[in-house]
């Protein structure tokens, strides 16, 4: 297959995909596949990861600067917000509106506050990382296993340790059902579909976005004209879509884990 084009070849090491720290690193998706080193040739994802990384820290401490300097003017001044979009406001508004969803999942404000901090990183890292994707020469770090799995498998960690937190051993068992004889049996079935989350967290934001920068890559070389700019919208809402569903899951999971103490006591 023919390899892409990335800014990444530029960099020393990273020519076709031949930095050894790419190779056991960021190359999780092909390595799966025997044989075909697709993604490893084509793109590496490892840089991206840091770019996208990078990018955000320095949009955090600018947020950060706005907001020291607008609570410096004290009083009910520091609750306007600014005259222009900027860093400050832009993060306040996405804070908000995530507070407002997560609040809505969990049904309580204060568990959605205290959950806030990792739900949002994670909506914003992967938000940036999937519209890394529509831009020409990268490819998106969430069409690797790796980067996905180290999300999914801290969602994972997170809503378990949640869950014995909130219920104690009662989180264990719960998964038995209320029938002692078929105890076993449910109990089984319920870790099954707990160990399944984080597969399914990484897998279906893996596949979705290379399916769609697959189809976007095709189109481009059949009709480079006018056609990818439809497929590129459509990259762009799936863009966004998948990183809600990734966080809204996560969200999903931490108050299934942490509402079982909550019906126990009424």
């Not at 530029?10 to 080193?37: C, I, Q, R």
């Not at 049904?107 to 519209?131: E, S, V």
């Not at 529509?134 to 994972?156: E, H, I, Y």
């Amino acid at each position: 297959m023919e390899k892409h084009f990335s800014w990444f070849d530029l960099l020393p090491g990273f020519k076709n995909g031949d930095s050894p720290v790419f190779e056991y690193v960021g190359a999780g998706w092909s390595n799966m596949h025997a044989g075909t080193d697709v993604l490893a040739k084509s793109a590496p994802l490892l840089p991206a990861s840091w770019m996208v990384f990078i990018f955000l820290t320095i949009l955090a401490l600018m947020a950060r600067r706005g907001l020291d300097r607008a609570r410096s003017q004290g009083g009910t001044l520091q609750y306007v917000p600014d005259d222009k979009l900027g860093a400050r406001n832009l993060m306040e508004m996405l804070i908000e509106g995530l507070l407002a969803q997560f609040e809505g999942v969990l049904g309580d404000r204060k568990l959605a506050i205290r959950f806030l901090p990792l739900m949002g990183t994670l909506f914003i890292f992967i938000l940036c990382c999937n519209l890394l994707g529509v831009l020409p020469g990268f490819l998106p770090p969430t069409t690797d296993t790796s980067t996905n799995w180290a999300m999914a498998l801290v969602v994972f960690m997170v809503f378990n340790v949640a869950g014995f937190k909130a219920n104690g051993m009662g989180y264990l068992k719960h998964m038995m059902g209320p029938m002692l004889a078929i105890a076993p049996l449910i109990f089984v079935l319920e870790m099954i579909g707990v160990l399944f989350r984080p597969f399914s967290l990484q897998l279906r934001l893996m596949a979705n976005l290379n399916g769609d920068h697959m189809v976007l890559g095709i189109f481009s070389e059949m009709v480079p004209l006018l056609i990818p700019c439809v497929f590129l919208a459509l990259g762009i809402f799936i863009s966004v879509v998948q990183a809600f569903v990734f966080t809204l899951l996560s969200t999903v999971y931490v108050g299934l884990s942490v509402a079982h103490h909550e019906e126990e006591h009424h």
